[in-house]
């Protein structure tokens, strides 16, 4: 068996914000200690309260972060894709899991148990200095989302969270920006704390006005600056 890394691992995980700042040999001896996982479309990945041991960072496919009140009622505190991480907090506690983690497609992750990675961050402090980082834009991210459902109305949670998906892995077409959604109705309307049915009057409407073009699983955002005009954002496109 080879001691040398997966070539196509290494070129996606170089990229990563935490794992993609370490020396060549520093994330040689990482790789060696984590493992592949692969997960199909639907698949619950964990749970809240589950016993939380380990991170993983997402290879391909999306995850979705969420958490569920007693009544059935679901809340998307964040879509994950290639490069981001999931688990950290239970990683660096030890503690049960805060949310539940769900593949929306079949994709990868890489696996990194915390008896593995802690004596890792021990002996490497900058690392410790990454890991800080990401859990404070995390936190940042949770923070927009409440702020967001304070006070802007659904056209303006709706616009920004399309915007947003845009810039994050948006394509450039003849028609505009694409903005894939692939999730279901009823997740898309968690995300946004709106019905499905409320959701799909406003795309419509704007469909009518000329700022979107909707599809199964995608948006096309015709002018974005114009959308966040039509509702009042000032978010900087």
């Not at 997966?6 to 200690?33: M, N, T, W, Y």
């Not at 404070?136 to 616009?159: H, I, K, Y």
Request: overall charge neutral; aromatic content about 4%; some cysteine.
């Amino acid at each position: 068996m080879s001691n040398q890394p997966d070539p196509e691992l290494v070129k996606i995980v170089s990229g990563h914000v935490l794992l993609g700042q370490l020396e060549p040999d520093e994330l040689a001896r990482v790789l060696a200690f984590s493992r592949t996982e692969r997960f199909s479309a639907g698949q619950v990945i964990f749970r809240r309260g589950e016993p939380g041991q380990s991170m993983m960072t997402v290879i391909s496919g999306r995850i979705k972060i969420s958490v569920s009140s007693s009544e059935g009622k679901e809340a998307v505190l964040a879509i994950l894709g290639r490069g981001e991480v999931l688990g950290e907090m239970s990683l660096l506690d030890g503690k049960e899991r805060s949310a539940d983690a769900t593949a929306m497609e079949a994709g990868e992750a890489l696996s990194i148990h915390r008896r593995d990675f802690i004596p890792f961050l021990e002996r490497n402090p900058a690392i410790c200095i990454r890991m800080l980082g990401i859990m404070s834009n995390r936190l940042r991210r949770t923070s927009g989302m409440v702020e967001d459902r304070s006070f802007l109305d659904l056209p303006g949670r709706l616009a920004k969270t399309l915007i947003d998906l845009g810039k994050a892995g948006g394509t450039e077409t003849e028609d505009g920006l694409r903005v894939e959604t692939h999730m279901s109705q009823r997740s898309f309307g968690a995300m946004l704390g709106a019905s499905r049915e409320t959701i799909n009057k406003q795309l419509k409407a704007w469909q009518d006005e000329g700022l979107v073009l909707t599809g199964r699983g995608y948006v096309v955002l015709i002018d974005p600056k114009r959308l966040a005009r039509n509702v009042g954002l000032d978010i900087g496109i």
